[in-house]
């Protein structure tokens, strides 16, 4: 388990682990889990995002369909899965919050996001229709947040993952958040601060989602095409 073994051993705190995909595992991430707190569960975080497709480089109008449902049930399902089990458990503590990562990829189309924006439509929809029932029937929060691109084992597979980092920083009047400023933001959704706050995607990209075009991503575009200029000025096109 790599840098989470090290992590739980550092903070002497017991690591179970399972397969997110499997209904039989997560059960017993959940009974393991309440025996060990000594109690209900207040909060749970869903960041688990995988696409076999990407993997392999298969482009979004060429899919394997089989990857397709791996791609599903692990980036998205398992969501659900999780979510059932803890209800059917009773292992969410009154008024306990539940967050999800994701991506606005969901919404709108960026090369290269390929299945994983399908993925993420998905874990969205969830959240909302399981946030209404787990809401109403024990008042536990269910929200996703859109965080900006971050680099994660599951984003390097990402065709030019490097150069979205770059646009999405220069687009957003405050920069990309980084994957710390994610884990404080994932503290104010689990506190008792936004307990009225449920089935919402949640933006937290530093403004990129409310852009259109900003000074320095147009500099930059401007840049690119000094560059193919002829000696006339006119821009040459390869």
Same mark, same amino acid.
């Given at each position: 388990?790599?840098e989470?073994?090290?992590?739980?051993?550092?903070?002497?705190? $017991?690591?179970?682990?399972?397969?997110?995909t499997?209904v039989?595992?997560?059960? =017993?991430?959940? *009974?393991?889990?309440?025996q060990?707190?000594?109690?209900?569960?207040?909060?749970?975080?869903?960041?688990?995002?995988?696409? $076999?497709?990407?993997? !392999?480089?298969r482009?979004?109008?060429?899919?394997?369909?089989?990857?397709?449902?791996?791609?599903?049930?692990?980036?998205?399902?398992?969501?659900?899965k999780?979510?059932?089990?803890?209800?059917?458990?009773?292992?969410?503590?009154?008024?306990?919050?539940?967050?999800a990562?994701?991506y606005?990829?969901?919404?709108? *189309?960026?090369?290269?996001?390929?299945?994983?924006?399908?993925? !993420?439509?998905?874990?969205?929809?969830?959240? /909302?229709?399981?946030?209404?029932?787990?809401?109403?029937?024990? %008042?536990?929060?269910?929200? *996703?947040? &859109?965080? &900006? $691109?971050?680099?994660? =084992?599951?984003?390097?597979?990402?065709?030019?993952?490097?150069?979205?980092?770059?646009?999405?920083?220069?687009? &957003? $009047?405050? %920069?990309?958040?980084?994957?710390?400023?994610?884990?404080?933001?994932?503290?104010?959704?689990?506190?008792?601060?936004? /307990?009225?706050?449920?089935?919402?995607?949640?933006?937290?990209?530093g %403004?990129?989602?409310?852009?259109?075009?900003?000074?320095?991503?147009?500099?930059?575009?401007?840049?690119?095409f000094?560059e193919?200029?002829?000696?006339?000025?006119?821009?040459?096109?390869?």
């Amino acid at each position: 388990m790599g840098e989470v073994r090290a992590l739980a051993e550092r903070l002497q705190a $017991p690591m179970i682990p399972a397969d997110a995909t499997s209904v039989a595992d997560l059960e =017993t991430v959940f *009974t393991e889990s309440t025996q060990a707190l000594g109690g209900k569960i207040d909060f749970v975080l869903h960041s688990i995002g995988m696409s $076999p497709n990407v993997r !392999k480089k298969r482009t979004y109008d060429d899919l394997d369909y089989d990857l397709l449902s791996k791609t599903l049930d692990i980036s998205a399902v398992s969501f659900h899965k999780m979510l059932q089990v803890a209800k059917k458990q009773d292992a969410i503590a009154e008024g306990g919050s539940i967050v999800a990562l994701t991506y606005v990829a969901s919404q709108r *189309t960026f090369f290269g996001y390929n299945d994983m924006a399908d993925a !993420k439509s998905l874990l969205e929809s969830i959240a /909302r229709s399981f946030g209404y029932i787990y809401g109403r029937e024990k %008042g536990v929060r269910i929200n *996703t947040i &859109s965080q &900006s $691109p971050t680099l994660t =084992t599951a984003g390097s597979g990402i065709k030019g993952m490097d150069h979205l980092m770059d646009f999405a920083d220069k687009m &957003s $009047p405050l %920069g990309n958040a980084t994957a710390d400023d994610c884990a404080d933001y994932c503290v104010t959704l689990f506190s008792d601060l936004t /307990r009225k706050v449920t089935m919402q995607n949640l933006f937290h990209d530093g %403004g990129f989602s409310s852009m259109g075009m900003s000074l320095r991503a147009m500099n930059q575009y401007s840049k690119s095409f000094e560059e193919f200029k002829d000696e006339s000025g006119k821009i040459v096109y390869g």
